[in-house]
């Protein structure tokens, strides 16, 4: 597609539930990251994938947090049993490869509320 | 593991006047990239600019320049003529040695007033 997909935009969760994010990258970019960024914070590394290497997991913050991704294709990032400090909007960015130079390109995020 | 700082967490500037935003990183690599990504209330973020480390010049994209400092590993965003839809988060970032992710500072909030 012409950008970074997300979806849902929104959503809002009981504590205790287990949800999914879906990102879709740029066809052709093998590289995707995700990344959470807390209500008036800077951007926290959580995963990374770069084609079909073993993923780059050392961001997740607990092992509730789980992602996967499909050869080149649509990523999904998993929380299991929400807790109320995952409330964040979850970011998530693809690039032509993992060379340095290249910049990401990031969906809108998905905003993610745990009540 | 690469820091990234940015000391102005808000700024404001009125529109049509110039403004700079800092930055500061430390590595001990010689040969690196720097980006300043823009993060509007829409949440998306957009890459401004981009500067490669071996460049002397600085990068330059429109009404955005930077001012690269390698030896004091300062790397400010000057926006020239600001304007309304420049309000925004910016955010300066540093690739780690891998690639495999960017280091970002805390970012600082633009206001633009009319």
């Known amino acids: 597609g012409a950008g970074v997909s997300q979806s849902p935009s929104n959503k809002v969760t009981e504590k205790g539930k287990d949800v999914e994010l879906r990102c879709d990258p740029i066809?052709?970019?093998?590289?995707l990251y995700w990344y959470r960024q807390r209500l008036g914070q800077g951007l926290e590394f959580l995963i990374y994938?770069?084609?079909?290497?073993?993923?780059?997991k050392s961001g997740l913050p607990s092992d509730r947090f789980s992602a996967e991704r499909t050869g080149e294709s649509v990523s999904t990032l998993t929380i299991q049993r929400t807790q109320q400090e995952d409330s964040a909007v979850y970011l998530c960015a693809s690039s032509l490869g993992n060379r340095r130079g290249y910049g990401y390109t990031f969906g809108s995020g998905t905003r993610l509320t745990v009540v | 593991a690469q820091t990234v700082t940015q000391s102005q967490p808000e700024m404001s500037v009125q529109e049509a006047e110039t403004v700079t935003l800092s930055c500061t990183y430390d590595t001990s690599e010689s040969n690196y990239y720097l980006f300043w990504y823009k993060q509007p209330p829409s949440r998306q973020m957009i890459l401004v600019i981009r500067q490669e480390a071996y460049k002397q010049q600085n990068a330059t994209e429109n009404r955005f320049s930077v001012n690269f400092q390698k030896a004091a590993k300062s790397f400010s965003l000057k926006i020239s003529d600001s304007q309304l839809g420049d309000t925004a988060m910016y955010f300066c970032?540093?690739?780690?040695?891998?690639?495999?992710?960017?280091?970002f500072g805390e970012g600082t909030q633009l206001t633009v007033n009319p």
């Open positions: 066809s052709g970019h093998t590289a």
């Open positions: 970032a540093f690739p780690e040695t891998s690639g495999s992710r960017l280091t």
């Open positions: 994938f770069q084609g079909n290497s073993a993923p780059d």
